[in-house]
């Protein structure tokens, strides 16, 4: 399986963007989805994830309200929509996939056992 991310850039504080990954050459049809990021010189950072037909999310506290995750299953699509970006968000965001850990609360501990990484899209947030 192939993680694809895109969306990242460069936006003023208060602005948003909206993150996208795309998963390829699937060998299941039930992947949870999620995305993380990592600041420059700070550890991984679980966001949010969604089951596999998007009936059920769950966020970090750090930015529940600003971010929403979202997917279209019939695409193989995750995507984050990030609302009042702010400078201590610039970070390299990354999708990760999964076809059996769906229990979306784990990921937060367990992020290292995820099946697929992308390679991660820059967002840079100017003050």
């Known amino acids: 399986v192939q993680l694809q991310a895109s969306g990242g850039g460069l936006v003023q504080a208060g602005g948003s963007l909206r993150l996208a990954c795309v998963v390829s050459?699937?060998?299941?049809?039930?992947?949870?989805m999620g995305w993380f990021r990592r600041a420059p010189g700070k550890e991984r950072e679980f966001l949010a994830n969604?089951?596999?037909?998007?009936?059920?999310?769950y966020y970090s506290d750090s930015v529940k309200g600003r971010f929403t995750i979202s997917r279209e299953t019939a695409m193989n699509t995750v995507y984050l929509q990030m609302n009042n970006l702010q400078p201590e968000d610039t970070a390299i965001y990354y999708c990760a996939a999964d076809p059996w850990k769906w229990n979306l609360k784990s990921w937060v501990s367990e992020s290292d056992g995820l099946g697929s990484w992308g390679q991660g899209t820059q967002v840079t947030v100017s003050s």
């Open positions: 050459r699937a060998t299941y049809t039930t992947y949870a």
């Open positions: 969604i089951n596999w037909n998007g009936d059920s999310t």
